[in-house]
């Protein structure tokens, strides 16, 4: 006898297994047909026997693609995100610069309307904004945990990773300091320190070995790039100890590490290392 089962859910990037134990006279004998989007189709050929009814049905699906660029302190956030996930996934530079900018082509508009990296797709949809991307990939993939379970640190978490977003990097982006024109250092180090110095009384409330208590969370992963654009920026953070302590400690880390803008596939050759 055969007969046709489909499956229809979420399927991760790992392999997924089904099973179904049947206490009649049977087995079933899979045969693996194929897969139309989420819809995933196996037939079963029911054999008689005496013993349990065993149903082992397995999927696959692709691996998440990330549009960014290598100093990109918003690529990077969702980076550190995939990595502390343990998330395998493939890279389509966008060179920010080359050709006047490929986000601004109307091929890369197609992925993100706003014309920013990154943009991620991941789980047959196209995600952008990183702290979108994060939270996805939180509550879709849970573990290890990038929220804290307690509302008030959660909350925390969501304040400084927003002070960093919201309150400082989009002042002293790429787009915007190119409209800045001579005055474009200055006018990046001015909104740094000023972010700086509404951060760094807040993680010394915060803090334990990382920014909120001794667990990593997305206000680590806002906090290392944004420290790495104010050193670019060739603002002074020791100034800020709390800040500098730990990005000290964060940079040590190897998802940190293996994601940082030194070490990536569009990392221009002068500036790997």
């Not at 307690?150 to 300091?177: C, E, F, H, T, W």
């Not at 709390?242 to 590490?257: M, S």
């Amino acid at each position: 006898m055969i007969f046709q089962c489909w499956f229809e859910g979420l399927v991760t990037e790992r392999l997924c297994h089904m099973t179904l134990h049947y206490r009649g006279g049977g087995f079933l004998e899979k045969h693996f047909i194929g897969c139309q989007k989420k819809v995933f189709f196996f037939y079963f050929f029911f054999v008689p026997c005496s013993g349990v009814l065993h149903l082992d049905a397995m999927a696959f699906q692709t691996k998440p693609v990330l549009h960014g660029y290598f100093r990109s302190s918003c690529s990077w956030r969702v980076r550190i995100a995939l990595a502390l996930k343990g998330i395998e996934y493939d890279q389509v530079p966008v060179n920010l610069i080359k050709d006047g900018g490929q986000q601004l082509t109307s091929q890369y508009k197609e992925i993100n309307p706003m014309q920013q990296v990154p943009a991620v797709t991941i789980d047959g949809v196209t995600l952008s904004q990183s702290l979108a991307i994060i939270q996805y990939i939180e509550e879709t993939r849970p573990s290890p945990q990038l929220l804290p379970t307690d509302p008030k640190k959660r909350a925390q978490v969501r304040m400084i990773s927003d002070i960093i977003a919201s309150g400082i990097q989009p002042l002293q982006n790429l787009y915007v300091l190119q409209k800045i024109g001579a005055e474009k250092v200055q006018w990046a180090q001015h909104f740094i320190v000023r972010g700086f110095e509404a951060l760094e009384p807040l993680l010394k409330q915060t803090a334990g070995r990382y920014c909120v208590g001794d667990e990593i969370s997305m206000a680590d992963i806002c906090l290392v790039p944004q420290v790495y654009n104010a050193e670019r920026f060739k603002v002074d953070v020791s100034q800020f100890p709390t800040i500098k302590r730990l990005n000290q400690t964060l940079l040590e880390i190897d998802a940190f590490k293996e994601s940082h803008p030194s070490c990536q596939p569009d990392t221009p050759s002068d500036l790997k290392s």
